[in-house]
């Protein structure tokens, strides 16, 4: 029984994309824009007033909850109802939180749909003080009788995961008294990231260059992505870094002056729960062995080589005496193909047929439901997002602007929703929800999916290396670079752990050493790149997150070997597997569930498939290159 999922709904599934994209200057208005390529909010709630009423019911339920203190020891049947009560409250939670929240995203100047989101919000951490009983109270059941009640009753099978694993977190569920104390801290737990978002997005200032073709530019994120990845004057991407980077720089010692805020909290928490260290406290939860992060660090630590000898390629063909981090996104080719939406939309569904005719026909109606928010229009949020309704369907934010970038955007929110849609068709409420841990799973595969599908239809040497480098950027993004990151959070939580301090210069310092062993001498020494913690915002808010998407993206090339390699005859049960993986939802731990489907994360050998993955990647780049010569 997790109580907590309830009130953790995240407004995205957790993507990187927002990272990659580059905002247009020309958004429309919304109203412009044809129905078909805009998500139908009335599919959840059919007007305000209907989610008015929800919102009224969502308080009565949580009241009605709490009329149950004290009796959940009675019986098997008071834990039933108090299961079932719960799971009614979360699917209306995800109701009436999705429906304002989605109405914000399309135009977040609304500041009448804020107001209700912030109800919602309120109402939610109302509810995490009012239901701090429950779970101290299943624990005073002794684990025997429980184990009895679980047996006998049929109805609880559903609830039977959540209610084991909450037995074996009980070493660190306190007594009622101090859940209730460390309850009125949970708005305090927030503050380091809220401060973060201040500083870093409504307070900054990026100030304004000129280019060398006199073009004036603010360097805010989207353009300084923009630059580096389009201005084939290397003078302007060093510019351009430096004056974004410089913003961080300036303000460096208030940076790590909260990112020790956050190092310090989650040491605090960790203690106060019995925890060894704050890595142990966060992978507790999905029961994940330390030794998996660590595994990781360590592994990618001591394979550096296929991601340096990449970055010397592109100084090659780039044509650069020196090459820096800010020469990483250019394109090594003049390609400017614009994708049309309807396009990319056939090749998703084309590229999805190794996975069977039911997956195709889920990701068409995906297509066709109303599930989809297309184009930027202006007050969009931006970015890119898959977002759960339970009960209803998966919705799927993007900004689709023709790139080739965004051809893989699709793909990937798209794996997100046949994941949600299928963990909601064959779990119940209870265990629908799938962890972080496996979340980018699908996500990735089906980006794989897609790459090798395009490469086999086109024989443009100048296509075939655009895409070739948007997959080994996924690689040296979501794999490498995320990697870099979660070996940077381990070490300077481990600082505050041993009561060490965390400056801007140590800080910087770890930053430094790290990327001296990611890229060698492939980079040259820059100064500003070392605050590059600074503008990390996931590291704020989220610690120990970012690996699990090294860790997904090992699973997903290992699972995409397993099943585009198999013999014929093994193919059908190779991909049952992966899809059973999908359908399981959150029924197990998602170690248990992906070795089912045949991964190892404990192991080394797991990691092998991304290197020799990159190794070929990099090696195909490299003969195209030859044949454009
Ligand atoms: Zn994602």
């Avoid at 019995?274 to 660090?297: F, H, M, Q, R």
């Avoid at 100048?462 to 490498?480: H, P, V």
Wanted: contains cysteine; negative net charge.
């Amino acid at each position: 029984m997790n109580f907590k999922k309830i009130l953790n709904i995240s407004p995205l599934a957790l993507c990187i994309m927002p990272l990659l994209l580059l905002s247009s200057t020309f958004a429309q208005n919304r109203d412009e824009i044809k129905d078909e390529y805009k998500w139908n909010v009335n599919d959840i709630y059919s007007n305000w007033d209907e989610w008015q009423k929800g919102l009224e019911e969502l308080e009565k339920k949580m009241n009605e909850i709490t009329t149950l203190k004290g009796t959940l020891s009675q019986g098997p049947d008071q834990l039933l109802k108090a299961s079932q009560m719960q799971d009614d409250l979360g699917v209306l939670s995800y109701k009436v939180y999705r429906y304002p929240q989605l109405t914000r995203d399309t135009d977040t100047r609304d500041q009448e749909v804020s107001s209700k989101l912030q109800q919602v919000q309120i109402l939610f951490a109302k509810f995490g003080s009012a239901t701090s009983w429950v779970n101290p109270e299943i624990l005073q059941i002794p684990w025997d009788t429980m184990k009895m009640w679980l047996d006998d009753t049929p109805g609880l099978a559903p609830y039977r995961f959540g209610i084991e694993d909450l037995y074996r977190q009980q070493a660190h569920v306190l007594d009622e008294e101090k859940e209730l104390l460390l309850s009125y801290n949970s708005q305090f737990n927030s503050t380091p990231s809220s401060i973060y978002s201040e500083l870093s997005t409504s307070d900054i200032d990026f100030p304004t260059i000129t280019l060398s073709d006199g073009e004036e530019i603010q360097v805010t994120n989207g353009n300084y992505s923009k630059v580096l990845a389009t201005k084939r004057n290397q003078e302007d991407r060093k510019n351009t870094f430096e004056a974004h980077y410089g913003v961080f720089k300036d303000q460096e010692n208030t940076y790590a002056a909260i990112y020790n805020a956050v190092c310090q909290r989650d040491w605090a928490s960790a203690r106060a729960r019995n925890y060894g260290s704050s890595l142990e406290a966060t992978l507790e939860g999905n029961n994940i062995p330390v030794a998996v992060y660590e595994n990781l660090v360590n592994t990618v630590k001591a394979n550096t080589e296929p991601l340096k000898k990449y970055q010397r390629l592109r100084k090659k063909v780039l044509g650069l005496e020196k090459y820096y981090s800010y020469d990483g996104s250019m394109p090594l080719t003049d390609f400017d193909k614009e994708y049309e939406y309807e396009d990319a939309k056939q090749w998703v569904i084309g590229s999805v047929e190794p996975l069977g005719a039911d997956y195709q026909d889920k990701i068409k109606t995906a297509f066709s439901g109303g599930w989809l928010d297309v184009f930027e229009n202006t007050g969009k949020r931006s970015g890119a997002y898959s977002a759960n309704v339970y009960g209803v369907h998966p919705y799927m934010l993007l900004n689709y602007n023709k790139t080739l970038d965004n051809v893989f955007t699709l793909g990937h929110e798209l794996g997100h929703t046949m994941h949600t849609l299928l963990a909601n068709e064959n779990q119940p409420f209870v265990t629908s929800s799938y962890t972080i841990f496996v979340a980018e799973v699908a996500s990735t595969f089906n980006e794989a999916l897609l790459l090798d599908y395009l490469l086999e239809r086109t024989t443009d040497p100048k296509e075939r290396i655009s895409l070739l480098q948007q997959s080994i950027r996924a690689i040296t993004g979501t794999f490498y670079f995320q990697t870099l990151l979660a070996d940077f959070e381990l070490q300077v939580h481990k600082l505050a752990e041993a009561g060490s301090p965390i400056t801007a210069d140590i800080l910087s310092g770890i930053m430094e050493e790290l990327y001296d062993t990611y890229y060698g001498d492939s980079y040259e020494k820059d100064e500003f790149l070392k605050v590059v913690w600074a503008r990390i915002p996931h590291i704020y808010r989220t610690p120990f997150y970012v690996y699990q998407y090294a860790t997904c993206f090992v699973s997903s090339a290992q699972l995409y070997k397993q099943v585009t390699e198999a013999e014929s005859s093994e193919k059908e049960q190779l991909v049952d597997n992966y899809l059973n993986l999908l359908k399981s939802g959150g029924s197990n731990y998602p170690m248990k569930l992906l070795k089912k489907a045949g991964v190892d994360l404990t192991k080394p050998e797991a990691m092998m498939a991304v290197f020799d993955r990159m190794d070929d990647l990099v090696a195909q780049l490299e003969k195209e290159i030859e044949l454009v010569k």
